[in-house]
């Protein structure tokens, strides 16, 4: 057995995991999305700006955090705050990665469900009514969870080395070269102009105050903040890692991804004649129907594309999954003293049964979902910005976050209250 943490083996490896983090369905469908319908190249322009500037402070005021403390988000607060009722607070930053480990369990598993399908026969013009008809049919979605959330135990399960970081450091690079050749096939089809122009036409009229806040808040969605994914991952970097320097890289792998997935999925949603929607549906209805409809020409490359981009969805799925599941096997290790394989099964059954029961009552799929993205998730930033920025020794968080302590300060509170009162008005 091992005594004491775990560490990553450089910083460029906590890099990969914190973009392995960060990269999911907010790259593949909310960022084009809200690209196209916020002014294209003029609305990348004005998220770059955010993620940089108000988004990034968030993630500092994590990091530095996690690596200063080498704790789990419990223990760091214990540690940041000893004594104080905040502790008690800090359980809530374990339970809301579990809360949406379980519901994004779920989606993993269709994504499981639909690789599947397009490797054995393909799918049929009527997605829309397969979706439903699959979603609701209790027994196939709940084993598809299992398989996702086994899939994820078994990579945590391996440790932080040669589980978390070893998987990241084949998965990432393998994310990006699946995302370009689908925009090569996405770039090729007949009829993709439009879409390609939907990406790149700056247009400054549909700049207003709120596309500021529609940015920020994808930027802090993206970057996974407020749940204690970077405080925990920080945590396994080295005594005398640059944290500006790893957020700034993660941003970056982070904002790449999200521009070649929209270029991999709007030309092709263009050349197919439909309207770009939001939301899950453009992944599990809308994209495998251009698959079919775009096979008629070359069926073996649109069926051999179809099982690239599910791949890409299951990929990017379980980077983001082992992060979150990770955060409760930190807290059970340190501070409940268990083994990581009695932790990782504590785990593995606390979110199998929310995430069966959000698998089996869309109601309660909702719920999670919008407890954990319109509250937990902007409570947690705050509460880690207030302690980055106002609790932990200040000579020593500036010295680390130099020059970006006084954005962790005084930006990165306003922000983060603009982000949760615009979630309400969205
Ligand atoms: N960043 C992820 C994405 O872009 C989604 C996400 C939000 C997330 N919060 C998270 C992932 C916390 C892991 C942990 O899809």
Redesign the pocket.
């Known amino acids: 057995m091992k005594l004491g943490r775990e560490h990553f083996s450089s910083d460029f490896a906590a890099v990969l995991a914190m973009a392995g ?7 593949i469908w909310r960022f084009p999305y809200m690209t196209g319908q916020n002014g294209g190249a003029a609305f990348i322009l004005i998220y770059i700006v955010c993620v940089f500037f108000l988004a990034l402070p968030i993630f500092f005021a994590e990091s530095v955090i996690g690596r200063t403390t080498q704790s789990n988000t419990f223990g760091a607060i214990r540690k940041i705050a000893p004594g104080s009722r905040l502790k008690w607070l800090g359980l809530l930053t374990v339970i809301t ?1 579990l809360v ?1 480990l379980s519901y994004y369990s779920v989606v993993g598993g269709w994504s499981v469900e639909y690789l599947f399908v397009s490797i054995c026969s393909g799918f049929d013009e009527d997605v829309s009514s397969f979706f439903n008809e699959f979603t609701s049919s209790g027994v196939g979605p709940l084993a598809c969870h299992t398989v996702f959330l086994l899939l994820t135990a078994f990579i945590v399960l391996e440790g932080v080395k040669s589980g978390i970081e070893k998987f990241n450091k084949v998965s990432i690079p393998v994310l990006f070269v699946l995302m370009l050749v689908i925009v090569a096939y996405s770039v090729t089809l007949p009829g993709s102009g439009p879409g390609i122009s939907y990406m790149i036409r700056p247009d400054f009229s549909q700049i207003t105050p709120r596309t500021f806040a529609y940015a920020m808040g994808q930027g802090f ?4 903040l407020g ?1 204690g ?1 970077v405080l925990t991952y920080s945590s396994y970097m080295g005594g005398r890692s640059g944290i500006v320097r790893a957020g700034i890289w993660t941003a970056v792998f982070d904002l790449t991804f999200a521009i070649i997935a929209g270029f991999a999925i709007m030309p092709a949603v263009f050349a197919a004649g439909i309207e770009p929607g939001a939301g899950p549906g453009l992944i599990f209805e809308t994209l495998p129907y251009i698959f079919v409809k775009m096979g008629s020409g070359s069926a073996i490359i649109s069926r051999a594309v179809a099982v690239l981009f599910f791949l890409t969805i299951v990929v990017a799925a379980l980077t ?1 999954s082992i ?2 599941y990770e955060v409760g096997v930190a807290y059970l290790t340190e501070e409940k003293k268990m083994s990581r394989k009695k932790a990782v099964i504590v785990i593995f059954a606390f979110t199998w049964v929310l995430g069966a029961v959000c698998s089996v009552f869309s109601g309660a799929f909702s719920f999670c979902d919008s407890l954990t993205s319109n509250f937990l ?1 902007t409570f947690g930033a705050l509460l880690f910005v207030y302690l980055a920025g106002w609790k932990m020794d200040k000579s020593l968080v500036r010295k680390e976050l130099y020059p970006a302590y006084s954005f962790v300060r005084y930006v990165a509170p306003p922000a983060i209250i603009a982000i949760f009162v615009t979630n309400f008005i969205i």
Do not use: H, K, Y
């Open positions: 983090s960060a990269i999911g369905l907010g790259n990665p949406i969605f993206s970057l996974s749940v994914t983001s992060s979150m998730m």
